[in-house]
């Protein structure tokens, strides 16, 4: 007797702004569709509904109602950072599964929190969570990440993360809580370059020291928008992170130099785990050990819609989600590291120690 199909889950998307590529994104997806979204501001939902075809409702609270006829199994999220630990619980608490944009939360203690709410939710209802890295979801990530993962790339000696990006005014007067540590809750160093670092720790090993700086030169915000960092991994490669929201070009870039392989990523500022990437191996037989790996490489989604795909394949299967808690709170830790070291000068252990004087915020 053939299995019944299954009823597609779904999805609100709540904020409409990069909520907009998250509906995008939800098109492709199999199992899942966008069916609602929430949207406080009135211009916005209606263009919206217009947009998307789906209707448009003020309030979170809709979409978590068991009696709303706009009950989801799955939330969005794509709100201000200063929202997303209380809506994340509300939504575990609630029995529905959630996913939620960077950055997670504003606290390494705040991930502890979710941790323990996720464990209750597992307990009670089973809904589970997914913190957003899309990065990671591109071919020449792929290709990078399957080539370490089948140990022909050798020992890393050195990498590096350029998150070479421009925002003026106009950036921030769309959006007042931006810039503000009470709205956004940080800069360059968490709002803009989270994504470029997370790859490159992702590759390279996570690290275990960090000394960095940061400044606020480029526009008239609480904020930083430009910052930079060294930081060595527990094999002691050497790590450099470099930020700025002044280039006159907009541009990402990350180099991994292994001992057989040296990886660039490509320039595009917000899809660097696209191809094409430049592999330059030390000798042929490397990169024909390569090859063969490619071959058996799985072509997937990109950005979003590959990331939502592994979600929803997960709930399917109960394994585990494409990037989890644990990845958020690593890039946070480095998050908090970078902040603590810029203010006080001070060499950074990571991850932080439970008794670390930022680990319940890193605002100043």
Request: hydrophobic share 45%; proline share 4%.
């Amino acid at each position: 007797m053939s299995e019944a199909p299954r009823r597609e889950l779904k999805v609100g998307v709540v904020g409409m702004g990069i909520g907009q590529s998250h509906l995008l994104s939800w098109l492709e997806v199999g199992g899942a569709s966008a069916t609602v979204f929430a949207e406080l501001d009135d211009a916005k939902r209606a263009k919206g509904t217009a947009d998307w075809g789906i209707p448009g409702v003020v309030s979170l609270d809709d979409l978590l109602d068991p009696d709303s006829a706009h009950r989801v199994d799955v939330v969005d999220l794509c709100t201000p950072p200063s929202m997303h630990e209380d809506q994340v619980v509300r939504c575990l608490d609630a029995g529905v599964h959630v996913i939620c944009e960077k950055p997670l939360v504003d606290s390494v203690a705040a991930c502890d929190r979710l941790a323990a709410a996720a464990e209750r939710a597992a307990t009670v209802s089973g809904a589970r969570f997914m913190p957003i890295f899309q990065y990671r979801f591109g071919d020449g990530a792929a290709r990078a990440r399957a080539l370490i993962d089948a140990g022909i790339t050798g020992r890393l000696f050195t990498a590096s993360a350029s998150t070479w990006w421009r925002r003026g005014k106009g950036y921030y007067a769309e959006a007042p809580w931006r810039g503000t540590w009470a709205g956004e809750r940080g800069g360059c160093v968490l709002s803009h370059a989270i994504h470029n670092h997370d790859m490159l720790t992702w590759m390279a090993g996570p690290l275990v020291e960090l000394r960095a700086m940061a400044a606020t030169r480029v526009n008239d915000v609480q904020t930083e928008d430009c910052a930079v960092a060294i930081g060595r991994t527990a094999d002691g490669a050497l790590l450099t992170m470099n930020v700025t929201l002044g280039a006159a070009g907009e541009s990402s870039q990350l180099v991994w130099h292994f001992d057989n392989v040296t990886i660039t990523s490509s320039h595009e500022a917000y899809d660097p785990g696209a191809g094409p990437w430049n592999f330059e191996f030390r000798r042929s037989a490397f990169a024909e050990e390569a090859e063969q790996v490619w071959a058996d490489l799985p072509v997937s989604a990109t950005q979003y819609t590959g990331q939502f795909q592994g979600f929803v394949d997960a709930l399917v299967s109960g394994g585990e989600f494409p990037v989890t808690l644990a990845d958020a709170q690593a890039s946070l830790e480095l998050v908090t590291a970078w902040y603590h070291s810029a203010r006080t000068g001070s060499v950074e252990a990571l991850p932080l120690a439970a008794d670390h004087p930022a680990r319940s915020s890193w605002q100043p």
